[in-house]
């Protein structure tokens, strides 16, 4: 299963680790993935989403259909 959040899209970044010796190597920043289920009223069903913890508190705040449409509209 890919690190990918299912509600933005978001995925794991690229960088540099540098140690005190200034070695350089290769490292992933991952994100806070969580599995959360959503109930959708319209449908009446519950939906399992993997989503970021800042996606979760942003669905929490606006609600899911208006989430997807301002999502949608980028």
């Known amino acids: 299963m890919s690190r990918v959040c ?3 899209g978001k995925k794991p970044v690229f960088g ?3 140690s005190h ?3 350089v190597s290769n490292r992933r920043f991952l994100l806070n993935l969580q599995k959360k ?3 959708l009223e319209d449908e009446g069903r ?3 989403v993997r989503a ?3 996606a979760l508190k942003t669905l ?3 609600g899911y259909k208006a ?3 301002e999502l949608n509209g980028k």
């Open 52 to 54: 970021t913890a800042k």
């Open 60 to 62: 929490d705040k606006k």
């Open 6 to 8: 299912e509600l933005t």
């Open 67 to 69: 989430m997807m449409k």
């Open 21 to 23: 010796a200034h070695n």
């Open 37 to 39: 289920r959503i109930w």
């Open 16 to 18: 540099r680790s540098i």
């Open 46 to 48: 519950w939906v399992t």
